[in-house]
């Protein structure tokens, strides 16, 4: 019996931004706004750094495991291992669950923001270009399949460098801003009150910080 070997035509330029744009999904650029308007700036600030802080934490757990108990399967498998084979069973349809949700839920941002610029465009219409698209991606050919994940990962990491760029150049007054409401340099921050809304009702916004970041496994 000949022994199936799968194909090893990744790059480490390839594995590097995948890493990199697997961490980067349309919430970062959806609900970080849903969190501005709901905790504030200062509530947004604080749920990124307690998630960043989670989310580090989980990873160096998860690292330490993988050197300690090295396997094929997924993470999963620790849990069916060191706690119980139903946790496993769970957390691994959990998971499945959530990117399955997850992918829908990106086409639907990505079906917003092209609806600003195509308003012709039904939502459902480009949800079923990105499926097409992103299914030929996936079949047609591994190296196809790498080299748009670079350049897809690349642009993100840019555009984010770029929106972060402009954000400093508008806070100091570089770029002006003529808006009413607009406070110039970190008066931003509390225009509204450290919580607009009152702490009980910016708590949910705390779990949006994790939601960008869940492709980092």
């Given amino acids: 019996m000949s022994s199936h070997q799968f194909s090893k035509n ?7 931004t995948m890493s990199l744009g697997g961490v980067i999904g349309t919430g970062i650029f959806m609900s970080t706004g849903y969190s501005i308007q709901t905790a504030g700036p200062i509530g947004t600030i604080l749920a990124y750094v307690i998630g960043s802080i989670l989310v580090c934490m989980v990873m160096a757990c998860l690292g330490e495991l993988s050197v300690h108990d090295p396997n094929t399967g997924a993470f999963h498998t620790y849990a069916s291992k060191y706690i119980n084979p139903g946790v496993g069973f769970i957390t691994a349809w959990m998971y499945w669950l959530t990117w399955t949700i997850a992918l829908g839920s990106e086409f639907i941002a990505l079906s917003t923001i092209g ?3 195509f308003p012709n465009i ?6 079923l270009i990105f499926t097409v698209i992103i299914l030929l991606l996936n079949i ?6 790498s080299s748009s994940e670079f350049w897809m990962s690349l642009i993100k990491v840019l555009a984010l460098v770029v929106f972060l760029g402009l ?3 508008v ?12 406070k110039p340099f970190f008066g931003q921050l509390t225009a509204n009150g450290i919580f ?22």
């Fill in 10 to 16: 990744l790059k480490a330029r390839n594995l590097i």
């Fill in 140 to 145: 047609i050919n591994m190296n196809l399949f």
């Fill in 167 to 169: 954000g400093i150049l």
């Fill in 196 to 217: 607009p809304n009152g702490l009980i009702q910016s708590s949910p916004s705390c779990y949006q910080p994790t939601s960008p970041s869940q492709g980092q496994k």
């Fill in 122 to 127: 039904p939502v459902w219409g480009f949800s």
């Fill in 171 to 182: 806070i100091f007054k570089i770029i002006p801003i003529h808006h009413t409401h607009f």
């Fill in 115 to 117: 609806q600003q610029y």
